[in-house]
């Protein structure tokens, strides 16, 4: 063999060796990441927040210390719901759990009912930490509430916002299964528009403003702020309810499932008379079912009057007349005894008609309704003359994004 090309041949075989060296490495690597990224996946790790605790609660150690991050794991919540044991399922939010016996004695064996929907009956409790709480307890049987039970649990243990109702804990036992909410003072919207409790004092303008400006806001950041989004599914009065100082929160989310492009349902589910006629139409639920519904809301707040009762027939009869006449002061509530703000009476009209048009995609988002109803707002009709009679009480505050 020539000598001029043996350091040649050497060379090559040594470069050759290096580059199959450094492949089998870079292969190795990839292959042992993907790996170790499957196994974390699979067994369910979510980024949690980690809350007050009180005495009688436990947590699940692996996840205190956790930072709260809204991922994108709650795609998979059907998938996620199979995989998880319903008993572990809060642990894995880093919400606390509640024995059923502290239950017990901090409901005094439940006898106060502060309301019932169709997950059971809601109790009052006062946590031995002195914290007042209402408890939702999940009728006993019920399949359909114990996936609605994993929903709230799932979702709200991940979402925090202001005006989204807190979830503190939850218990899952023999068979019984609970969720514990900060307790809302002034109980749900209904009551207070229908006089449901039998001495509930009239909701004024303002505050009637206020709770369409939080709801908004609380939708905004479900549709916007959550990753992926969540469509609620059940907006309606009595899944609004009202802290001491009459701020409102979103709640029940059982329902609720992220919105995913073209996803059919097998079945409608939501409330008589708040239902999106075109989800109704093609089962597939997205962010503008909700805006349907919240314009629903807005005209329940503006009319007084119950959406299972003809609302929207009124509302379009009267839509009719606003359009050629002066506007919607004909279907304001009477027991405002005429006390409120007429331009933004007849804006609020508007936006809600707007909510609630048939076809979804002339429907605002929640983000354009959040800036109409800030306009609003910043307009201060109730300072200028066209306010009927000076509304008494309650400053309205704003808070965005
Ligand atoms: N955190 C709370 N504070 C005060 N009352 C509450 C609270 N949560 C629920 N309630 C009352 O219980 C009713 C039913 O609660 P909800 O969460 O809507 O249950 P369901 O899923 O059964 O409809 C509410 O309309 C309200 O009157
Ligand atoms: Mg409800």
């Known amino acids: 063999m020539n000598r001029k090309l043996l350091p040649l041949i050497v060379g090559l075989c040594v470069g050759f060796v290096f580059g199959v060296g450094v492949t089998i490495a870079f292969v190795c690597c990839f292959w042992s990441r993907n790996r170790l990224r499957r196994s974390s996946e699979k067994s369910g790790n979510i980024p949690v927040r980690v809350k007050v605790v009180d005495s009688g609660a436990s947590l699940s150690s692996s996840n205190v210390g956790l930072e709260s991050s809204v991922s ?31 239950m017990q004695k901090v409901t005094s064996n439940f006898t106060t009912i502060i309301g019932r929907g169709a997950f059971g009956s ?18 006993n049987n019920s399949k359909h509430g114990e996936k609605q039970f994993l929903t709230e649990v799932l979702l709200l243990g991940r979402l925090h916002h202001k005006h989204l109702v807190d979830l503190v804990g939850y218990t899952a ?4 299964h609970m969720l514990l909410y900060a307790y809302m003072s002034n109980g749900n919207v209904a009551s207070h ?26 939708l905004e ?27 409102a929160k979103v709640t029940d989310f059982g329902l609720s499932r992220p919105e995913m492009i073209k996803r059919r349902s097998s079945h409608v589910q939501g ?41 929207m027939e009124y509302v379009k009869l009267a839509a009719m ?15 405002l005894n005429g ?13 809600a008609l707007k909510c609630v048009n048939e076809a979804s995609r002339d429907r605002p988002s929640m983000r354009d309704i959040v800036g109409s109803l800030s306009q609003l707002y910043e307009k201060k009709h109730f300072e200028n003359h066209n306010i009927k009679s000076p509304s008494p009480v309650n400053e309205i505050s704003i808070e965005l994004g």
């Open 173 to 176: 036992e023999r068979g019984q």
């Open 193 to 218: 528009l229908y006089d449901l409790g039998g001495n509930q004092e009239p909701l004024n303008w303002d505050a009637r403003f206020q709770i369409a400006l939080d709801v908004a806001s609380g």
């Open 72 to 102: 994108s794991d709650w795609g998979n919540m059907p998938l996620s719901l199979e995989g998880l044991q319903r008993k572990d399922v809060g642990s894995a939010c880093g919400i606390p759990k509640y024995s059923y016996k502290y």
């Open 339 to 351: 006390k409120y703000d007429v331009h933004r009476l007849n804006d609020m009209a508007a936006l």
């Open 122 to 139: 809601v109790y009052k409790a006062q946590m031995l930490t002195g914290e007042t709480v209402a408890v939702k307890v999940l009728g």
């Open 271 to 311: 409330t008589f008379g708040y239902l999106d006629p075109e989800y109704m139409s093609t089962k597939t639920f997205t962010k503008k079912s909700d805006v349907y519904s919240f314009g629903v809301l807005l005209f329940e707040l503006i009319t007084g009057r119950n959406p299972q009762q003809g609302l």
């Open 221 to 247: 950041y479900l549709h916007y702020g959550a990753s992926p989004p969540v469509v609620h599914r059940d907006i309606k009065s009595s899944n609004i309810l009202l802290d001491q100082f009459m701020r």
């Open 321 to 335: 007349e606003a359009e050629s006449k002066v506007g919607w002061e004909e279907i304001v509530d009477s027991q």
